[in-house]
């Protein structure tokens, strides 16, 4: 469970366990916000994590979730 309360799926692969599901954290583990970068140029210049939605549509991040 991440700090936001989402548990993910995983799938065993021989040895090796792996996320079957994109994370939907929007906070560090300290709690932190985790920015939303709405703009294409502003990802360039990043110098810490950020997180966008696909088209910037949040509508879609429920769609998403959903599919996995």
Known sequence: MDIDGYTYKTVKIGSQWWMAENLKVTHYCNGEEIP?????????????????????????????????
């Open 36 to 68: 939303n970068v709405l703009e294409i140029k502003t990802w360039a210049g990043l110098r810490t994590g950020a997180y966008c939605n696909y088209n910037n549509d949040v509508d879609q991040v429920a769609v998403l979730w959903q599919v996995v």
